[in-house]
């Protein structure tokens, strides 16, 4: 069974949706879900919708050997699949939540007008705190040449009536809601809390803007821009300025998406495509308002309306001050979390970079924390002296600037880093220690579904297992060896490799054989090997994110 990944990911959309319905799912919380939802969304447009019309251009031989869907099944699945989204996500809103919040005595201004006993404050607001930051800009073949629109940024498209008989002009006007606050709350009345959007304090005050002229319309749009970092196969002695370069015009990148707000007229929309080189096909209708991913910081009044608090329970055999690896070589740790603490995971490293028998320290980080716990004691490692290596993944996308930074200062504290090339991505998070015990080497082990990132373990359901079983942990030092030599490792039978295509004996002997696997990428040719087995009795199940095409 083949799930295109473009549904997948609308799909997993679908399920964060499922919960703001949830009327079991506090109040708060339904709203952080849309903002999640909202989130999400802008991320497929940004990554994946410039994929699939990349996709859409390739000729039909092409395609087909490549396993892709035909250019019209996946777009018109994507538009259908996103609109019905969309009119949920609406529904949801407007519907049920904001009459939830009204009676629970916040009043959310939203697609209704100001009550008349705020709009003195609105304006204050505006002329207040608002105003510096707005920047008009006359769009038109003659006009704006200069103005890209920022990615995710927000901006009304105001036409004016300058002159009779001279037609209208259009002006783009930002909206600072990432410079100031997306909501204010405005002055208690009837008992209930006012909240506004940023757009609406803009909105409402334009026509101060341009004192004389005839305001004809308003609407509200955004862009997504294409967040792809697209490098070259030449990786050697300079992927970080490359990819400083790249990120520092991410935001410049092609736009994916135009946004443009229900009602605006045909004409106006084709003009704004024209003008910032936008497919017609990439023009979308939507709300009043976007961004909606703001509403995950909605303003917080009743804490009974948020799920309650809960902290992670230690691992019931560890405390900050015993020796892990007197316990990890005795008997292995397997931690779930959100729901165990990370710290022993801390502990580990900060033990092993003071340990005086440890050696050597090899790890792979994907997403780090921004100020993190576990990269600070590799670096205390390799300062006290100890061969650190780590394989970080710098094309980890929007965590790139992050782990540049964390690049450099490791290689000036002394750990050895191993990069990305163009044959190889690893998303893997493991780690190795090495302690002298007695006369001889001991390997301990860290392998973990998710980052090592103390931040996101809070909230992110993942497994790590700590251990010190040969079968395992040497064979995580085969893996290193590769990553760092590029030493071809010896059958990895208990890391279960080689599994993925099955034993058609085992069918064949009447024994169950069959297997559930999700894959991020799959070469065409393992493809193939799957095939095979799958026709020779062994039953797979795989939900694959995309096919790659092996080059000779």
């Known amino acids: 069974m083949y799930l295109n990944r473009d549904i997948s990911w609308l799909s ?8 703001a319905k949830d009327i079991d799912v506090p ?74 919040l009204k009676e629970k005595g916040i009043y959310f201004y939203y697609n209704s007008p100001i009550k008349d006993t705020h709009l003195a404050q609105v304006k204050e607001i505006f002329l207040t705190n608002v ?94 821009r294409d967040a792809e970092l697209t490098l070259d196969n030449d990786y050697a002695g300079g992927l970080l300025e490359k990819l400083e370069k790249k990120i520092a ?45 703001d509403l995950m910081s909605f303003p917080v009044f009743d804490k009974e309306l948020l799920y309650k608090k809960q902290s992670p329970i230690p691992y019931p055999p560890i405390s900050s001050k015993e020796d892990l690896f007197s316990i990890i070589g005795e008997k292995d740790i397997l931690l779930h979390l959100p729901y165990h603490a990370y710290s022993p995971v801390l502990s580990f490293f900060n033990q092993a970079a003071i340990n005086p028998d ?69 998303h893997s998070k493991i780690a190795l220690v090495k302690k002298k015990t007695g006369n001889a080497i001991q390997n301990f082990a860290v392998i973990s579904t998710g980052n090592f990132n103390e931040v996101t373990s809070a909230f992110y359901t993942d497994h790590v297992l700590m251990t010190a079983k040969e079968n395992m942990s040497n064979e995580i030092s085969l893996l290193f060896d590769e990553l760092s030599s590029s030493k071809k490792p010896e059958d990895l039978s208990s890391l279960k490799l080689k599994e993925l295509y099955g034993h058609p004996q085992y069918h064949a002997a009447g024994c169950p054989s069959k297997m559930d696997v999700q894959i991020q990428r799959v070469l065409n040719e393992t493809a193939g090997k799957i ?13 694959l994110n995309e096919f790659i095409s092996a080059k000779n």
């Not at 135009?258 to 017609?280: D, I, Q, R, Y």
């Not at 090899?362 to 390799?382: G, M």
């Open 131 to 224: 105003l510096s930051f707005i920047q008009p800009v006359y769009l038109g073949a003659d006009a704006g040449s200069n103005f890209l629109p920022e990615n995710n940024q927000l901006y009304f498209i105001v036409s004016l009536r300058l002159k009779e008989g001279e037609g209208l002009k259009h002006v783009a006007i930002n909206i600072p809601s990432s410079k100031l606050q997306r909501f204010y709350e405005l002055e208690e009345t009837d008992n209930a809390k006012h909240i506004i959007f940023i757009d609406d304090i803009v909105r409402q005050n334009i026509k101060l803007l341009f004192p004389g002229n005839e305001i004809e319309s308003v609407y509200s749009i955004k862009f997504n």
């Open 12 to 19: 997993f959309n679908e399920r964060v949706l499922q919960e």
């Open 27 to 100: 109040l708060y919380e339904r709203l952080k879900f849309l903002g999640i939802f909202s989130s999400n969304l802008d991320e497929f447009f940004r990554v994946r919708y410039p994929v699939i019309v990349a996709l859409s251009k390739l000729d039909k031989k092409t395609r087909h050997r490549s396993h892709l869907m035909n250019k019209s099944d996946v777009q018109d699945l994507v538009h259908h699949t996103i609109n019905n989204q969309l009119n949920e996500f609406g529904k949801i809103l407007c519907d049920e939540l904001i009459p939830a």
């Open 358 to 426: 440890v050696t050597e320290i090899y790890i792979t980080l994907y997403r780090v924390a921004r100020e993190s716990h576990i990269v600070n004691a590799l670096i205390s490692a390799a300062k006290n002296g100890k061969k650190v290596t780590a394989f970080i993944e710098l094309k980890a996308r929007f965590d790139e600037e992050n782990n540049i930074k964390w690049s450099r200062v490791m290689k000036q504290a002394g750990v050895k880093l191993i990069y990305s090339d163009a044959s190889i991505k690893v």
């Open 531 to 543: 095939k095979v087995r799958n026709q020779r009795g062994c039953q797979y199940i795989a939900a």
């Open 249 to 293: 015009k991410r935001n410049d990148g092609k736009a994916s998406r135009l946004l443009a707000e229900k009602g605006m007229p045909a004409n106006l929309s084709l003009f704004l495509a024209g003008l910032f080189n936008v497919e017609v096909s990439d023009v979308f209708e939507g709300g009043r308002y976007h961004n909606l991913s």
